[in-house]
């Protein structure tokens, strides 16, 4: 059998956008604030460790350091533009 690097890599990028998708899918769903923005930041293994980032406070265009959170922890954004606890004990992690 022969392997083809050019369709694995195809086959990939394919899973890559379905999975891009469903999160857009979710975004639109959360109650996020109008002019709040919201941003899908790929190429990060930190959905497979169960872990995600948490951007706030921004400030000149950019934020401050992330904080990390492991999934199963609830992040409290009340105080913040968003207004909102997200919780992350659903988050997949494929």
Do not use: H
């Not at 998708?21 to 769903?29: A, I, N, V």
């Not at 948490?54 to 265009?61: A, E, K």
Request: contains cysteine; aromatic residues 6%; proline residues 6%.
């Amino acid at each position: 059998m022969t392997v083809l690097e050019d369709r694995i890599a195809m086959a990939d990028a394919d899973a890559a956008t379905q999975r891009l998708d469903d999160w857009s899918e979710r975004l639109g769903r959360m109650p996020v604030p109008e002019g709040s923005r919201v941003e899908i930041v790929g190429g990060n293994a930190d959905p497979y460790q169960g872990r995600c980032l948490v951007f706030t406070d921004p400030r000149d265009g950019d934020y401050a350091e992330p904080r990390k959170v492991d999934f199963g922890t609830d992040i409290d954004l009340t105080g913040t533009v968003a207004d909102l606890v997200l919780k992350t004990d659903a988050f997949p992690r494929d």
